[in-house]
């Protein structure tokens, strides 16, 4: 699994990590709240990607800024928050997803 660090984030939350498409979601619950990508093809694809919905995508993202231009994921349809792993504040970000994680923030997860 890539990104180990975040179970650390995650405590005392208990999770489940299970394999998805080569990469790896994370639950609370039965709901999907991350999603971790760390390939070889098309590397500026990696990071993590924070599940949301459409109706929370644009208030979350003033929390989780994103390097990253969201339009350029066209299967996305701002059902996600991507965090990329190349950008300067990843970890930091990331840690800040995980808070709202811990915290139980309704925006953050869904059914997969």
Not at 47 to 58: C, I, K, S
């Amino acid at each position: 699994m890539p990104y180990e660090f975040i179970i650390d984030f995650l405590l005392p939350l208990k999770v489940c990590v299970k394999p998805m498409f080569g990469c790896f979601g994370i639950y609370r619950g039965e709901l999907l709240v991350l999603f971790l990508r760390q390939e070889v093809q098309h590397a500026e694809l990696n990071g993590v990607y924070v599940a949301t919905t459409p109706l929370y995508h644009d208030e979350l993202l003033k929390q989780l800024p994103s390097t990253y231009h969201q339009d350029d994921i066209a299967h996305q349809k701002k059902n996600w928050i991507f965090l990329p792993e190349y950008g300067e504040d990843f970890q930091t970000l990331v840690r800040k997803a995980c808070e709202l994680i811990r915290e139980g923030d309704v925006r953050i997860g869904r059914n997969s």
